[in-house]
């Protein structure tokens, strides 16, 4: 039986990497995404996702989430994904139209009907998902654990220290982290040796089909110096995919909320015998490039 999975996301060009790669398995049941701010604004993010199942047809409900993070002001990152988070490219009009529930309304709906419990795939800001725990507690339970890509053991992209996801709320990544739920971290230390060469976008774009075509043009507008230098938001989906592509240590986990400085980095400790994450630090890059490739030729 599928492994039933909810995404949680801000589309985004790796966001929308993820999603093809989850709806092109098999082994994976997306019965819902929701939509948080980060990338970009919630309207941005959620239009993307909805044009995105548009466009390799698969209907799923797509639930909008929070508009802002819990305690400060938003952080966009127009300058990576581009005005329209998806490198520039214009889709057009959405074949779907949104949910009205919002996303831990939905989120909550789906664990509670769901026969097997749910995995999480947390790849944008961790807002819907500390909501969901903060208003449904008691749904904790159905909640088979929460891959999440964010954070960092060594160094930030955002700041010296802080990865953007757990950058742009902190604030609701301590409460995820603190949650005790089973976590999966996926964090720079790991997205960052998945790169993508030119060679390998060219392979992409001659796959055959539409999807294909499109994901090389997104990859072209996140390359720098001929290849992307990490792939981060479809690292959550392979690993759900071929656990044995990751190599996972558990550690304790802490989020930075209180110092200027220090905002959102992540503390990752291996040596406490309090663990309360597995966090990954090393990929088999090949193999998963090669699972891209294989996943996209599954799409139109």
């Given at each position: 039986?599928?492994?039933?999975?909810?995404?949680d996301?801000?589309?985004?060009?790796?966001?929308?990497?993820?999603?093809?790669?989850?709806?092109?398995?098999?082994?994976?049941?997306?019965?819902?995404?929701?939509?948080?701010?980060?990338?970009?604004?919630?309207?941005?993010?959620?239009?993307n996702a909805?044009?995105?199942?548009?466009?390799?047809?698969?209907?799923?409900?797509?639930?909008?989430?929070?508009?802002?993070?819990?305690?400060?002001?938003?952080?966009?990152?127009?300058?990576?994904?581009?005005?329209?988070?998806?490198?520039?490219?214009?889709?057009?009009?959405?074949?779907?139209?949104?949910?009205?529930?919002?996303?831990?309304?939905?989120?909550?709906?789906?664990?509670?009907?769901?026969?097997?419990?749910?995995?999480?795939?947390?790849?944008?800001?961790?807002?819907n998902?500390?909501?969901?725990?903060?208003?449904?507690?008691?749904?904790?339970?159905?909640?088979?654990?929460?891959?999440?890509?964010?954070?960092?053991?060594?160094?930030?992209?955002?700041?010296?220290?802080?990865?953007?996801?757990?950058?742009?709320?902190?604030?609701?990544?301590?409460?995820?982290?603190?949650?005790?739920?089973?976590?999966?971290?996926?964090?720079?230390?790991?997205?960052?040796?998945?790169?993508?060469?030119?060679?390998?976008?060219?392979?992409?774009?001659?796959?055959?089909?539409?999807?294909?075509?499109?994901?090389?043009?997104?990859?072209?507008?996140?390359?720098?110096?001929?290849?992307?230098m990490?792939?981060?938001?479809?690292?959550?989906?392979a690993?759900?995919?071929?656990?044995?592509?990751?190599?996972?240590?558990?550690?304790?986990?802490?989020?930075?909320?209180?110092?200027?400085?220090t905002a959102?980095?992540?503390?990752?400790?291996?040596?406490?015998?309090?663990?309360?994450?597995?966090?990954?630090?090393?990929?088999e890059?090949?193999?998963?490039?090669?699972?891209?490739?294989?996943?996209?030729?599954?799409?139109?």
């Open positions: 039986m599928a492994k039933p999975i909810i995404i996301c801000d589309p985004g060009i790796d966001d929308a990497i993820a999603m093809f790669l989850a709806i092109a398995s098999e082994e994976l049941d997306v019965k819902l995404v929701t939509t948080c701010a980060g990338n970009l604004s919630l309207d941005t993010v959620t239009r909805l044009q995105l199942l548009s466009f390799v047809g698969h209907d799923i409900e797509v639930a909008p989430g929070a508009k802002e993070p819990l305690l400060k002001e938003l952080v966009v990152a127009e300058e990576v994904h581009g005005e329209t988070g998806l490198g520039g490219i214009q889709l057009g009009d959405a074949n779907y139209s949104v949910s009205k529930r919002s996303a831990w309304e939905a989120m909550r709906d789906v664990l509670i009907h769901s026969e097997q419990k749910v995995t999480i795939v947390a790849i944008g800001p961790l807002t998902v500390a909501l969901l725990l903060k208003a449904y507690p008691d749904i904790r339970d159905r909640i088979e654990q929460v891959t999440i890509m964010g954070g960092a053991c060594d160094g930030g992209n955002t700041t010296p220290v802080a990865e953007f996801n757990i950058y742009v709320d902190p604030h609701a990544a301590k409460i995820v982290f603190d949650s005790g739920l089973p976590i999966q971290m996926f964090g720079l230390d790991v997205t960052m040796k998945v790169t993508i060469l030119k060679h390998e976008i060219e392979a992409i774009r001659n796959i055959g089909n539409r999807t294909g075509e499109l994901v090389a043009k997104m990859l072209d507008f996140y390359s720098r110096d001929d290849r992307v990490g792939m981060h938001d479809p690292c959550t989906i690993y759900l995919l071929d656990p044995s592509l990751f190599t996972l240590t558990p550690c304790h986990v802490q989020v930075e909320t209180n110092s200027e400085l959102g980095q992540t503390v990752v400790d291996r040596m406490s015998q309090l663990k309360n994450a597995e966090v990954a630090f090393d990929v890059r090949d193999r998963m490039v090669d699972l891209l490739y294989d996943s996209l030729k599954k799409l139109n």
